[in-house]
């Protein structure tokens, strides 16, 4: 399957950075990722489909213009957290779709607090 | 909320002993996956089934599903202490985006030696 990996692991800024998280297919060229959010001890939710070369979808109720999402290579999709707060802190999942196949790779995760 | 409803919430076992997962889902469905979670990681893919199969087995593993009720359950068999992590169901759904995932809220599994 595809390797992801992600950087940073985690990360922790003040109140009102930004903080860009980047998301890697080291062996498989991912026209699709997925960047999902989960809190403490809560299941993943979607909050965004990344698309190469396009802009992303994003789930109702995640702001775009905050959330921002950038798939500029077949191997890299970037979210950034603009203006950062407090209730932004969490864990950050990316993922990667393999086409044909329906299982989904995931990246390790980013921690982000938020101060 | 299409999320997906997991019980038991937790749950806690001997090594040796079977775990029992079920799993939940409001709409009609392509697939539904599994995956486990090591506390603060990312997920792995631990088996797939799709909406025309009923059961499927890989090592330890056995997942039923049973579309008329839009439920699925995983049991793992003989447990062991490194199978504790959390256990996600998730689904993709038959009607919306290509691949997207709606996640269950998942099953903490405490394997104790």
């Known amino acids: 399957g595809a390797v992801v990996s992600q950087h940073p692991s985690w990360v922790i800024c003040k109140s009102g950075t930004s903080v860009k998280i980047e998301c890697r297919s080291l062996d498989f060229q991912a026209t699709t990722m997925f960047w999902y959010r989960q809190f403490p001890k809560q299941s993943l939710m979607l909050m965004a489909t990344s698309n190469e070369g396009s802009k992303a979808t994003y789930e109702q109720g995640v702001e775009k213009d905050k959330f921002l999402i950038n798939h500029a290579s077949l191997t890299l999709s970037t979210l950034t957290v603009t203006s950062a707060h407090p209730e932004d802190s969490s864990f950050y999942i990316c993922?990667?779709?393999?086409?044909?196949?329906?299982?989904?790779?995931f990246g390790p995760g980013t921690r982000l607090t938020v101060l | 909320s299409q999320q997906g409803e997991e019980d038991p919430q937790a749950l806690s076992i001997q090594e040796g002993e079977n775990a029992t997962m079920n799993c939940s889902y409001k709409t009609s469905i392509n697939n539904l996956q599994w995956y486990r979670q090591n506390s603060g990681r990312g997920l792995v893919h631990l088996i797939l089934i799709r909406s025309n199969e009923r059961e499927k087995h890989s090592g330890r593993l056995r997942v039923t599903l049973d579309t008329s009720k839009k439920s699925s359950s995983l049991l793992i068999t003989a447990s062991r202490a490194a199978d504790t992590a959390s256990y996600f169901c998730a689904t993709e759904d038959g009607n919306t985006g290509f691949q997207k995932l709606v996640f269950g809220t998942g099953t903490r599994l405490l394997v104790s030696p």
């Open positions: 993922s990667v779709a393999t086409g044909g196949l329906n299982e989904q790779f």
